[in-house]
């Protein structure tokens, strides 16, 4: 059996090495002729899959180390009778814990109270919804926006009234560009009109979920309206607009959900899947390999807040360190700065989920510790 997997998905020679013979490619420049005697195919987000691309294989299952299925073409290869198998959920907790820390840096930065800020969440999916309870657990009031999913814990507006009213406007929807509610460009130039004053702006859902020189437009000719504009995801991916960047607050290159457990949990979930679809017992689990827990340090606590988890945050994930990474590839001609896009997600340093850090043995204020076991980190 002979599997072509994207080199740059984590574990897969420790998962998929057993199973048949395996062999590694690029997944962005992917081609019919690599995958024509293939049997299983293992992808991520970067490759597309469909017609032109295995219409002449034998591949049966195809895997991909997603929550999303935005680059597949499902109707087709359920016509062919193709088993797929995706990995929704799997990085979840990476992007909440990639919105917080910029929230949480925000916050310092600006000097405001988080919890007197009004959080909106567009797409209510599985980043949209964890990330609502947990920052409802924080003290934030939640908004949210999503016509597909009814969520009774949270309240639900239309999507202009939703920009109207949050402080902090964060995007987690799929990429899709037919049906009832289609997401491609779903901030545009007309309805960018609509967001709050000095409101905040995330997006690590797709890329073009915002109209990227609609956003373009709007912050040139407002340059003072929005506080802040956090983008990890963008249009052109991996040649994000090169007069965007600087106008955004923290850019990062596709990497919110590139936590360790996330990676590693994508590879897992279809790596069952494949065990199922070939009715082999599986031989590894996810912890097998994951490395222990982390132990938090002791801070000189200002009594404020904010400064205090941003301080501790910054242990786990300091997250300017992306933003200028990435904005260090900006003097680069476009094929180099392309390549240095996808070479920050291949060699993405091992950041771990705040669920991995254990705070039990600091000495952190009562205030500050009820704030972290909010977030998922263990204090006890």
Known sequence: MRIIADENMALVHHFFGHLGQLECVSGRHLHPEQVRDADILLVRSVTTVNKALLDQSRVRFVGSATIGADHLDMQW???????????????ARSVVDYVLTALIHLANQYQFDLTQRVLGIVGLGNVGYLLAKTAQQMGLRVLGCDPLVTRTDIEQLPLNELLEQADIVSLHTPLTKTGTYPTYHLLNAQNLQNLKKQSILINTGRGAAIDNRALLDFLTHRPNYLQAVVLDVWEHE??????????TTIATPHIAGY???????GTAFIYQAL???????????????LPPNRQLQSIQETGQLWPDLHQVLAQVYPIVNDDTALRQTL????????????QLRKH?????DLTAYDASHTLYSSKLQTMLVAMGLKTA
């Open 331 to 342: 003097g680069l001609i476009d094929s180099e700065r392309a390549l240095a896009f996808d």
């Open 348 to 352: 993405y340093w091992q950041r771990r």
């Open 238 to 247: 991996p040649l994000p607009n090169a007069d965007l960047m600087p106008l």
């Open 259 to 265: 936590s360790l457990e996330g990676k590693w949990q």
């Open 275 to 289: 065990c199922q679809f070939l009715q082999r017992e599986p031989q590894y689990r996810l912890a097998d390999f």
């Open 77 to 91: 290869l359920n016509e062919q009778g193709i088993t797929v198998s995706t990995a929704p959920g799997c990085n």
